[in-house]
């Protein structure tokens, strides 16, 4: 069964340090997403991506943020200068070209430590 | 704004047992409702989504849940719980004020379920 991966599985960071947090979305998918959840705390949406550019951004993604999908299969969601409170799990997820298929598929997650 | 609410951090019932894990939205316009779970270390897997029909939604690994209009509630339920359904359940709500169709997400409910 085809599913959303995620690399690495846990970052450990410098504040101050830019990460990159990569995915790969399931292959016929065209929607993507980027979700965190702080220790904790719920699920949030981020940003949403669809045909190489955002559709919708969270007040959450500032300008620290940016996502790319540099080829046909990588979602990457950089952040440029960490914050310790940038510390959270960040979620992938994606979802398919059918409308009426609304569920979206989620990674297993990245764990960002920023120390 | 869409909204959903888990009433109970936790959830506690023995092996055998049928169990009830709550969630009530709020919505503007009609409900697209989903169910997640999420085991330790792993992303969150779909397990199921009312659109519309039947109010009686029937998921992954024995789970259902049921949709009621007149009380905004969408539990989720299974009639005989296992040990290995221990972990950790999201209800999500997708965001209709856009087509990109992100998730809000509630608070969650950690489910033990004791031998």
């Known amino acids: 069964e085809p599913e959303v991966t995620q690399t690495p599985s846990h970052q450990v960071t410098q504040m101050g340090q830019e990460v990159i947090l990569r995915c790969v979305p399931i292959?016929?998918?065209?929607?993507f997403y980027w979700y965190r959840q702080i220790l904790g705390q719920k699920v949030e949406f981020l940003v949403s991506?669809?045909?190489?550019?955002?559709?919708?951004k969270s007040e959450i993604f500032d300008d620290q943020f940016s996502v790319e999908r540099p080829d046909g299969s990588n979602f990457t969601l950089k952040i440029r200068s960490t914050k310790l409170e940038d510390s959270a799990m960040y979620f992938c997820a994606s979802r398919g070209p059918d409308r009426a298929l609304n569920e979206q598929f989620f990674g297993p997650g990245t764990r960002l430590t920023v120390l | 704004a869409q909204s959903v609410a888990q009433p109970e951090d936790q959830v506690n019932v023995a092996e055998g047992n049928p169990l009830t894990v709550k969630c009530t939205y709020s919505v503007s316009g009609n409900p697209y409702l989903f169910w997640y779970v999420q085991y330790p270390n792993r992303g969150l897997q779909f397990l199921l989504k009312?659109?519309?029909?039947?109010?009686l939604v029937k998921g992954s690994y024995g789970f259902e849940a049921e949709f009621n209009k007149s009380q905004t509630s969408f539990h989720l339920k299974k009639p005989s719980a296992l040990v290995s359904d221990s972990a950790l359940y999201f209800c999500?709500?997708?965001?209709?004020?856009?087509?990109?169709?992100?998730?809000?997400f509630g608070t969650g409910t950690r489910l033990l379920v004791s031998p």
């Open positions: 009312y659109i519309t029909g039947d109010n």
């Open positions: 292959s016929n998918h065209l929607y």
């Open positions: 991506f669809y045909n190489n550019e955002i559709s919708e």
């Open positions: 999500a709500v997708r965001d209709t004020n856009t087509g990109f169709q992100k998730l809000v």
